[in-house]
């Protein structure tokens, strides 16, 4: 069982920016593919990034290519989501997920989740 849980989320202007952490409770992180997601309200949950082990494998969703920044530190077992410039389109909740596999975007690919952190970006 792989236990994740995503903190750095807030209320921060827009252009401003945050970064969010996923720790990861499991033996093996390397292994896993890790994800990050959100989904807005009234809307579907979306893949945002995602990167495999050892920062290979990486992958943006074409709304936040050049201003969010995936990365993970297998020796902490922590994946990260760096996001600039926000937006206010930006605002969700953000989830972190877990796939014990290869690279995917793909929701329903992955194994594991946290409960997710909110991001609000004010206009």
């Known amino acids: 069982q792989v236990q994740l849980v995503e903190s750095g989320g807030g209320l921060v202007q827009a252009g401003g920016s945050l970064r969010l952490s996923c720790a990861a409770s499991?033996?093996?992180?390397?292994?896993?593919?890790m994800g990050w997601f959100r989904q807005a309200p009234g809307k579907e949950r979306e893949f945002v990034a995602g990167?495999?082990?050892?920062?290979?494998?990486?992958y943006y969703a074409d709304s936040v290519k050049g201003r969010f920044t995936i990365s993970r530190d297998d020796a902490k077992n922590r994946v990260y989501l760096q996001m600039n410039s926000l937006k206010p389109e930006d605002t969700a909740l953000y989830y972190c997920?877990?796939?014990?596999?290869?690279?995917?975007?793909?929701?329903?690919?992955?194994?594991?989740w946290g409960q997710g952190t909110q991001v609000t970006v004010s206009s």
């Open positions: 997920a877990a796939r014990n596999g290869g690279a995917t975007i793909l929701e329903y690919e992955y194994d594991y």
């Open positions: 499991v033996r093996t992180f390397s292994r896993y593919y």
């Open positions: 990167i495999s082990w050892s920062g290979g494998g990486i």
